[in-house]
């Protein structure tokens, strides 16, 4: 079993930054895949970054060049840092885990409760 608990998220005006926070615990972090999604009101949860066990990292075009997530295997703590942000990344964002093999947009196995992050205009 894994334990995913996300905070950072908040109220920003456009342009603004946030860093969000997930921090795991119960399974060897890292050998895991750490993946950000987000769901906005009335759309479907979409991929927004990933960073694999190797540290490679991957993200959706959407927010290429303004997010960055990096991982500390010292703390079992994944990061989103965010740049730029614009009113159409309010969302919830959610934090999740898997084993290290296979596609980093998809089959994750463990979720966080998400963290609210609103963008006003």
Known sequence: QV???ESGGGLVQAGGSLRL?????????RS????????????????????????????????KGRFTVSRDNAKNTVYL????????????????????SGSVYSGYDYW??????TVSS
């Open 3 to 5: 334990h995913l608990v």
């Open 21 to 29: 926070s997930c921090a795991a615990s119960g399974r060897t972090f």
């Open 32 to 63: 895991s895949d750490m993946g950000w999604f987000r769901q906005a009101p009335g759309k479907e949860r979409e991929f927004v970054a990933a960073t694999r066990w190797s540290g490679n990292t991957y993200y959706a075009d959407s927010v």
């Open 81 to 100: 840092q965010m740049n730029s942000l614009k009113p159409e990344d309010t969302a919830v964002y959610y934090c999740a885990a898997k084993g290290y």
């Open 112 to 117: 966080g409760q998400g963290t609210q992050v």
